[in-house]
């Protein structure tokens, strides 16, 4: 049975997934500007009212003290850019967005802003498809290193109404 | 026709399916399955891909390629199951082995036991197969350490002695001689390719035997002597014959004691002053077993191993055969039909496309290893048939194992 504007059943979906890596590799260059690694379309009507996307986002870096900063784009809306602590190789990113009693508006969780007190909001009409851009830069160009998306999981869990 | 431009932080063009990508730049290159064909720069420069292509040259195989080991005589009839060469090695009861054909030392060889190999060798033969022959197995009377325990013999705490001495060389190297003569002059037509022992570097690291299991105790030097020996025995009788070398087992995808011990045993003095065994071969055998737990992924590394030895022994000119090959850990019969059948075609088209020569799948009728009654006999037919047809066009190897072929049909991934 459909719910408005959503999927029927309650049981979570699975909206896209994969893990082959895509590798971006400084150019000593154009390091400071975002990419975009990889990009997912959730089908306009997917999202219900309540419903929430849960993305996981799996990725590894060259671990110095360059600044790196992986970043989520929800509908052209920057909802996440998670800076690497300096020295480290992997980072694992989960982010949930939610449209809150709406189907056009949407509240978010990430870990960056979890329990802080910037509130992370978008307004994307889901009942139209939505791009979700997983995109990463460096604060200053470097020499000889990279960031890679090993792999991501974009979930659907519907919501009551 | 995989690399795409990066315009505002995106690629033209992003794939929903691909095997790893890169962004450089205001270029982004994604791996995707037209790219089997032919890995180019670019695609071969993407970081972390998990695919290596092993040749973007057509792959093929005559009936001669697909070798195999029957172990049972009730079975060497048997029609669902193709190969063009079989190898005599641990058939039933032993019965290929010195020690069981010339049980004493009766010098006469009309008063030895062949009944087992003729039957092996005639019905093969008139199958219109090749036959590999691989001389082992010392008789005691014959053996220069007769008490000696091997990978036949019976173990501590075994009360009753069985197979004692049967790794060693002979005592008496003329021995040796008469043996390999009297097989040459019984199967003068029907066998062609005599194997000088097997794995003599299971447990032996060229000084002689490190553990009780091992399949040859003696040193580089007497192997070599009885390579040259069983040569020039051989050929006197039917200079057409190919002598394939002791096949070293224990290989692995990086250098390690498989390496050293064949280079070890090619540059063994033979005894007659000027010689080593390289000189005496004609084919190089190997046995392709993979590391536990059957790591597919390692075989195309392995092969590149066996032939960066080949180069350094200096004999890279000589085709190489993989004289056994099965999955063994775990074994056949513990896989489902799907993995045991992958098992086999990955195996077949990495070395095929990594040019061995041969392959002896060891055994078709083994009781923990072999394939008889299983799907996988089928599904073997049909990769040799796509090998034989020479309809694949490049191969490719996964890092978990799986393997890539390209047809005129596309890809696909087995």
Known sequence: MFKAGGLPGTLPRLISQSYAPVTRSSDNATDTSYVTLATVTVPGGTMNYNGKIVIEQDWRHTSSVSAKNLRIDWGGTWMTAAP????????????????????ASQTALNSSTFGSGTEVTAAIDTTQSVAIDFRCNWGANVVGEQIILLGYSVWYYPGNT | M?????????????PAKHYGGQFIGNRATFCLDQDFLTFDA??????????????????????KFFGMHVKYRINDSQSGCSFGTVRSHDMENGKGRWQFIQPTNDPNPANWDWADLDSWANTHYAAGRDLVFTLFGTPAWASARPTERNAYSDQDPEVIQ??????????????????CAAVATRYLGKI????????????????????????FSGTYAKLAEMVRRANQAIKAIDPTAKIICPATTVWAATAGSADTYFTGMMSAPTSDGSTTMKDWIDIVGVHLYLPTPNRMQDLFAMIDRVNASK????????????????????EASTLTDLHLSQFIARSMIIQAAKGIARTFYFQYDGPDIGIKGRPAVSYRERIASLL???????????SDGRVGYYTSSGLTII
Do not use: C, H
């Not at chain 2, 034989?388 to 996964?398: A, K, N, T």
């Open chain 2, 192 to 215: 062609k390719y005599y194997e000088v022992w097997n794995e003599p570097n299971y447990q032996n690291d060229g000084t002689g035997a490190t553990g009780t299991y091992n399949f």
């Open chain 2, 2 to 14: 995989t690399d795409y431009v990066v315009s505002g932080g995106r690629s033209s063009t992003y």
């Open chain 2, 388 to 398: 034989l047809g020479g309809s694949i066009q490049s191969v490719s190897s996964f």
């Open chain 2, 162 to 179: 069985y197979n004692r001495g049967i790794t060693s060389e002979p005592l008496d190297m003329t021995k040796w001689d008469a043996f």
């Open chain 2, 42 to 63: 670019n695609v071969q420069a993407i970081p972390n891909l998990q695919v290596s292509q092993l040749t973007s040259l057509p792959v093929t195989a005559n009936d």
């Open chain 2, 311 to 330: 180069t350094a022994a200096g004999v890279s000119a000589l085709p190489t055969w993989d004289t056994e090959s099965a999955p063994i850990n775990p």
């Open chain 1, 84 to 103: 690497v602590s300096a020295n480290t190789n992997r980072s694992f990113l989960l982010l949930s967005i939610k449209n809150a009693n709406s189907l």
